[in-house]
């Protein structure tokens, strides 16, 4: 009597190499059942999961009663033991080895780079959700009858403000964050009519490191653009 397998997967769909492994045991039509791990629940650290991934991370598969975790290990484990098509994982030495040579230079480099910019896009996205809803506040509480942040007058209040909301022109990107805030433009117009020259003093250096930084940048591009050239001619 032929031997009844039964392989799980605990999963993470948000998860990228959880999605490496759904989509082999998906597209292969591997038989499988998905245990749901919500890792924004907390979930891969109740006790029962911390059980079978001491690490407690996802993906970890379970076929039979032998228990894998890492992606990488996990889909050579299923390219090898299912009957899938070989070009998964291919057997020939050589090229079963161009596979590894990429899967372990990916988990160093592809892997933690991507995912770095993917974390700081969702950080900035937070964090520019908070300045605006600060924004809002300062237009419709301090601005909201007069001219300055405390009246009719310039005081250090906007000094201060004024400095703290050009800090980020002075980064990489140049945001300006008052884009979508009319009244403050006018308020950041009205302070810098106040002090005149002064404004463009105190200022000049953010924007001259922010300026040679873009510069280095661009250069590096032009660069390793002709590098790549020279290397391919
Ligand atoms: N090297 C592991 C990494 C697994 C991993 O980092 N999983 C993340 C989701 S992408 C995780 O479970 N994080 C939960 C945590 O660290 O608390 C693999 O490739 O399987």
Redesign the pocket.
């Known amino acids: 009597m032929a031997t009844v397998r039964s392989l799980e997967v605990y999963l993470?769909l948000?998860?990228?190499?959880?999605r490496a492994v759904h989509i082999l045991l998906t597209c292969n039509r591997i038989p499988h059942k998905v245990q749901t791990?919500a890792?924004r629940k907390g979930e891969?650290?109740t006790a029962e999961f911390t059980k079978l991934n001491p690490?407690?991370?996802?993906?970890v598969m379970v076929d039979n009663s032998f228990t894998l975790?890492?992606?990488?290990?996990?889909l050579k484990y299923l390219a090898s033991k299912y009957d899938i098509p070989e070009h998964w994982y291919p057997w020939q030495p050589e090229r079963r080895a161009r596979v590894d040579e990429y899967t372990a230079w990916h988990?160093t480099n592809t892997?933690p780079h991507a995912?770095e910019v993917f974390i700081l896009e969702v950080v900035l996205d937070g964090a520019l959700a908070q300045l605006d809803d600060t924004l809002d506040k300062l237009e419709s509480m301090f601005l909201r009858r007069q001219p300055f942040l405390c009246g009719d007058d310039i005081t250090v209040a906007d000094l201060l403000a004024v400095c703290e909301l050009m800090q980020v022109r002075g980064s990489a990107s140049g945001r300006d964050v008052l884009l979508k805030h009319p009244q403050l433009q006018r308020w950041r117009s009205r302070v810098q009519a106040a002090v005149g020259d002064s404004f463009h003093q105190a200022h000049a250096i953010l924007f001259t490191i922010r300026d040679r930084h873009r510069l280095c940048f661009s250069d590096l591009k032009i660069f390793l653009f002709l590098k790549e050239k020279s290397l391919n001619c």
Not at 69 to 74: G, L
């Open positions: 993470d948000l998860s990228q190499p959880c791990v890792l891969n650290r690490m407690k991370k996802v993906p975790t890492e992606s990488d290990a996990i988990h892997r995912a």
